[in-house]
């Protein structure tokens, strides 16, 4: 016996509550019909239409802001992908039946979406409760005492409004001061002696989902550089401070270690002594031109990735450890060697560039691996923009990104 089939339009119609499906660019592309009805709106007034032509401010009340905290509230499903659910809003809707007139409406809504494979939104729930009658209390035995109630309840909740509103603004100072930060501690972009490198970071569009993630190229003696990423546990101001200490720290130990195990073992300890650098992930490659080889290690980080110049494509993931500080007790870090050609690319990454929600890591790495072989043969720098484009959705992504590119 098979399961029947749902009838997934029968179901939206017949949901209990308001629900309408926005697309990106916040246009109707559904409506059930208790948000019509309640709305005082018809389908074809609705579907196809933008939702602030449809639903404006009122242009009579300078004070009105139920639409501009709306569009705030779908601005932020757009660019983190995230439910978010408002307070309670007082709108002014212009009558359908009497034009020039506004009805008072107090609505609660919850915006959530609905993500594709890659995880990029490509519909909003907005779903709506209509809690106009009880904020009126209109007929009621007890008006007055209700109104009195309501109002109250409205005030608080306009109140918790701007608290959000406040953190949020809080938290946009903190992400404008981490990235600075940041941007200062980072190696600024260009090739390293005679090599070509190209290097991007993409913070994350959230306002604290930023600043974990880094990248380094350090010249070595003779015709070798290490080059390095790594990716901080956590985010904000706290992950900034972090990265910058384990980077520099990475940096000297590049200079010093035999190799990039020993590098990231002394990495690995010093972490240990930072609060905070716990599990953070790292990947260490020497790379040397006379012997057209790459030794390499990491700790807990994805793989590099080797662009042969044929097009093929080949994970460096033969010496991998924990992340920093998760062993119990220190042992010496896995080692291992891989031998390039010229005109190969060496590719590294942090995991804001293939880690998807919902998504098995090998669907992000084979994205990747398909952009690299269609884009083989490319400069650094135009390889670097070409990837970001094929794997980071139009929108931004919700975790921050670190690439860097050699040609070898």
């Keep these: 016996m098979t399961d029947p089939e749902i009838d997934y339009a029968a179901v939206f119609q017949a949901l209990p509550g308001m629900v309408a499906l926005l697309t990106p660019e916040l246009v109707y592309a559904d ?55 408002m307070a309670l809003q007082r709108y002014d809707v212009q009558s359908t039946q009497r034009p020039g007139e506004w009805e008072e409406r107090y609505w609660s809504p919850v915006n959530a979406p609905v993500l594709d494979h890659e995880g990029k939104v490509v519909l909003i729930v907005h779903r709506v409760e209509e809690v106009t009658e009880l904020i009126a209390a209109r007929g009621s035995p007890d008006g007055s005492r209700t109104r009195v109630l309501e109002a109250e309840l409205y005030t608080r909740a306009r109140e918790l409004q701007e608290v959000n509103d406040r953190l949020r603004q809080a938290h946009t100072r903190e992400r404008k001061i981490a990235l600075t930060l940041q941007d200062a501690m980072l190696p600024a972009p260009g090739n390293i002696g005679h090599h070509r490198a190209a290097v991007r970071y993409r913070p994350a569009v959230g306002s604290l989902n930023v600043c974990g993630d880094w990248y380094d190229l350090v010249a070595l003696a003779g015709d070798r550089i290490a080059v390095a990423v790594g990716d901080v546990v956590g985010h904000g101001l706290q992950a900034a401070g972090i990265m910058g200490l384990l980077r520099s720290a990475l940096s000297a130990a590049c200079l010093v270690a035999e190799g990039p195990a020993q590098a990231l073992e002394v990495l690995g300890l010093y972490a240990r002594t930072v609060h905070g650098a716990e599990n953070t992930t790292a990947v260490a490659t020497y790379i040397d031109w006379d012997t057209h080889t790459l030794t390499y290690s990491s700790a807990g980080h994805l793989p590099p990735a080797l662009l042969h110049t044929h097009g093929g494509v080949e994970y460096l993931d033969q010496a991998t450890d924990p992340p920093l500080g998760a062993r119990p007790e220190h042992v010496p870090g896995p080692q291992a060697v891989a031998g390039f050609s010229e005109g190969d690319t060496l590719v590294l990454y942090t995991d804001g560039l293939v880690e998807r929600r919902h998504e098995d890591i090998d669907t992000g790495l084979a994205r990747l691996t398909h952009s690299l072989t269609r884009h083989h043969g490319t400069d650094p720098e135009a390889l670097a923009d070409a990837i970001l484009l094929d794997l980071l959705s139009p929108g931004g992504a919700t975790d921050d990104t670190a690439l860097l590119i050699i040609r070898l």
């Design 31 to 85: 409506a059930n019909e208790k948000y019509l009805r309640a709305a005082g709106r018809t389908r074809a007034q609705v579907i196809g239409r933008y939702l602030f032509d449809v639903f404006p401010d009122n242009p009579n009340d300078p004070g009105a802001s139920g639409t501009r905290n709306l569009h705030a509230s779908l601005q932020r499903v757009l660019a983190t992908g995230e439910r978010d659910a």
